[in-house]
């Protein structure tokens, strides 16, 4: 068979492809796929029984994002005291939940940097968690003394107080609350108040120590923080862990860590605010007693006690001139602050400028309220990365970029606050040329009078925001984030998941029969059934004879389904002679041990049984199977004596069967080195003739075609040729040798006969149809 028909068959695409054979194929190994099956299967379910089960804990929050429209503060009120709060995004929550630091939090405060653990009947590993635990570890004093290869701690209880640790080779007894130096630190272990000894299943305890940075790492990494949708800032936080109970935990302290550092956030921006405005209050509380000790000292010396109706009247509109002016300075002396502010705060210590200072610049109070969140952004990531990382290099880029653009607006408005000042002083000396005769000492009483009402005025601002700032500070609103589902765990385990694995464990289970069976009938060259026999010679095959033991079939009894296949040929060797009942039969075959012997001796046995005088002829004169196969004795005389002339009595070469009343035989006789030449004797020719007058069939039980020429020289004498070919033993190449060197054309009426055929594996047929004896 060729590897292309290998390869379609089974899937419609040979020419001569027989479903019914391609099932075939693989039912006959079904024990196989049965046995597969049941081994994957069986380990499935070793796996699932000693595999950890995992249960899904997860939750769903909202954050807060002005932009998609997200804000919990309803009230007003709250609302304006939350203007340090601000709006987060999305993508870099999710990497905050995520850290290793919040994370790290986590761990310290649910204090689970210890496992315990045991091993049930079964010997599956057992996980206890806090106070499920018969024994409670107390890790006092930690610290990391050295570094060792197994750090379990093994347990055993011994009884209510003493209990036995083995460690790196060592077994030691303590006393349950006993102090132990190990190599993570002082601990000590004690037994839970609700354990009873005689109902624990396990006295035999592992205990690990864990550092609260990689057990971090390590719940960090497997923590699956996500979107719902690119429209919502809904995040689904969830987590695998074997025990429900932790992982709830786990994931509702995660949450609020993450609240209250947020609100610190928001507390550290309002507290730096808070500073800077108290700065600034006793710059100006200073200011305004330095004026009004000014005054009190300008009245005593000129002892003044009111001032001039008049007077006020032609002064008013250079008092409106110089308010202005002071509006203008107050300004001016905002934006120095800032100036200073920026020239004192470098790249590494930014520092965020108060966005509540009164500047009439809209662009510069986007500025500064754009480069405040940048400055505020950068100190949250600093909390959780180091000043190297590229987000926070990234974030410094913009601060410095944002910090020129505001330093370039305050010179600007600056140098515009200058000219203003310019022209309202030039305004005010032409309305004090014309209250020229009000007394210089009035005038200067008035200038400072007005320099107190504006530190008066600045300070009252000032206040209103510091007061702003405090309540800030004071309010206390979950207004950053909002749970949807607290964290729940699912009903069952989602890991392993059974159906997946045991419908893995069926398919493989089939798969890996299918497959070898499809490489070993790949690779085979062997043909197997009588389709295939007949597909390469193009030849019918007359019987297929089962595999058998036993050389003579005729022997095992009336029943021999075998026996029954021989009385077939027989029967269809007649059909193709045309029903003439006498000939010679030549029996060849490709190579031997195709059974060539067996079926020449069965057939002449089935021969006889119908009263038919028959004779087998050992032709196979390199080697001769025949009297082996007959069990009797050789004689060492036979047809070569004959042929070659030392023995001229046929009737002396001819046997006579010990069994069978109507079978003889003629052995080969003694080997010699040229047989071809002694079957192209003309003796031969004798031989034939002689025998074919005292016997009604000559079966001649030549060599291999496939190996030796004897076959076609004796084929002149046949009147029909039965070439022999084995169940998975003959190969296509040996069929292809018969149909494409002439050797078929060569033979005298060539049939087949399919030998070896394999009932088990369902090719064959078995005869049971005897008339029962009793």
């Known amino acids: ?293 000014r005054i009190e000292r300008l009245k005593s010396q000129n002892r003044i006690s009111d001032i001039d109706t008049e007077a006020r009247l032609s002064l008013e509109n250079a008092n409106q001139n110089r308010n202005q002016i002071a509006d203008v300075r107050t300004q001016i002396q905002v934006v120095e602050s800032i100036q200073n502010l920026l020239r004192n705060s470098s790249n590494e210590n930014t520092k965020s400028i108060p966005s509540s200072l009164n500047l009439n610049d809209p662009s510069l109070v986007a500025a500064i309220e754009n480069y405040n969140g940048l400055v505020r952004d950068k100190e949250r990531l600093l909390r959780d990365v180091q000043p190297s990382n590229p987000l926070v290099v990234s974030i410094n880029d913009k601060i410095r970029n944002q910090k020129l653009s505001i330093e370039g607006n305050l010179v600007n408005l600056r140098s515009s606050l200058q000219i203003s000042i310019n022209n309202l002083e030039s305004s005010s000396s032409r309305y004090e040329g014309r209250s020229s005769r009000i007394p210089q000492i009035e005038r200067d009483l008035q200038e400072i009078t007005r320099l107190r009402l504006t530190k008066l005025e600045q300070f009252q601002n000032l206040s209103k925001k510091y007061d702003e700032a405090q309540m800030s500070l004071s309010a206390t609103s979950n207004s950053f984030l909002r749970i949807i589902d607290s964290a729940k765990a699912s009903f069952g385990p989602v890991k392993p998941n059974k159906i997946v694995i045991l419908a893995f464990a069926v398919i493989m289970g089939f798969g890996i029969p299918f497959v070898v069976i499809f490489i070993k009938n790949l690779f085979n060259d062997k043909v197997e059934t009588k389709e295939e026999v007949e597909n390469i010679t193009q030849l019918p095959v007359i019987a297929e004879i089962s595999e058998n033991e036993n050389e003579d079939v005729f022997s095992m009894g009336v029943k021999s389904p075998v026996a029954e296949q021989f009385r077939l040929l027989r029967s269809n060797l007649f059909s193709l002679n045309g029903g003439v009942n006498d000939g010679v039969i030549l029996v060849t075959s490709t190579v031997s041990g195709e059974g060539k012997t067996f079926c020449s001796l069965n057939l002449a046995t089935s021969l006889s049984l119908i009263g038919k005088r028959v004779i087998v002829l050992e032709f196979d004169l390199r080697k001769p199977t025949l009297i082996k196969k007959l069990k009797v004795q050789r004689n060492h005389e036979g047809i070569i004596e004959y042929l070659n002339g030392e023995s001229s009595n046929l009737q002396s070469l001819i046997h006579h069967h010990p069994d069978r009343e109507n079978l003889w035989y003629m052995e080969a006789g003694k080997l010699v080195s040229n047989p071809s030449e002694l079957i192209n004797s003309p003796k031969l020719d004798d031989l034939i003739t002689l025998l074919k007058l005292d016997f009604d069939y000559v079966v001649i039980d030549s060599s291999p075609v496939g190996m030796v020429p004897d076959a076609f020289t004796l084929c002149k004498y046949a009147d029909s040729t039965l070439y022999v070919v084995k169940s998975n033993y003959t190969t296509s190449e040996h069929l292809g040798f018969l149909s494409n060197f002439g050797v078929k054309e060569k033979l005298k009426n060539p049939t087949l006969i399919l030998n070896g055929v394999n009932v088990v594996n369902g090719y064959g047929y078995g005869y049971d149809y005897e008339p029962s004896l009793t």
């Open 1 to 293: 068979m060729k590897a292309s028909d290998i390869l379609l068959d089974g899937f419609g695409e040979s020419k001569n492809f027989n479903p019914k054979k391609s099932l075939k194929r693989y039912f006959k190994h079904k024990w196989f796929f049965i046995a597969s099956v049941l081994i994957t299967v069986s380990l499935a379910i070793l796996y699932l029984i000693y595999s950890t089960p995992y249960y899904e804990i997860s939750s769903k929050v909202v954050i807060r994002d002005r932009e998609k429209g997200v804000d919990f503060s309803d009230n007003p009120l709250m609302k304006e005291l939350d203007s340090y709060r601000s709006s987060k995004i999305i993508e870099n929550e999710i990497e905050v939940f995520k850290s290793v630091q919040l994370m790290k939090s986590v761990v310290e405060d649910l204090d689970i940097v210890v496992g315990i653990f045991s091993k049930d009947a079964l010997g599956r590993q057992v996980e206890y968690y806090k106070y499920s635990s018969p024994i409670q570890v107390d890790w006092q004093d930690r610290e990391w003394k050295y570094k060792v290869e197994d750090d379990e701690y093994r347990i055993k209880i011994l009884d209510k107080s003493t209990y036995e640790l083995s460690f790196d080779g060592k077994i030691q007894k303590y006393k349950f609350g006993q102090l132990v130096s190990g190599h993570f630190g002082k601990f000590s272990i004690n037994l839970s108040e609700w354990v009873d000894l005689k109902s624990l299943e396990q006295l035999e305890y592992s205990v690990y120590f864990y550092g609260s940075e990689g057990l971090a790492r390590s719940l960090s990494k497997g923590l699956n923080v996500y979107q719902i949708s690119k429209q919502s800032s809904v995040l689904q936080i969830s987590r695998l862990d074997n025990i429900p109970e932790r992982g709830v935990d786990i994931i509702d302290n995660l949450i609020s860590k993450y609240n209250s550092e947020t609100e610190e956030e928001k507390n550290y921006s309002a507290s730096n605010a808070t500073a800077f405005l108290s700065k600034e209050l006793s710059t100006l509380a200073a200011e305004i007693d330095s004026i009004e000790s």
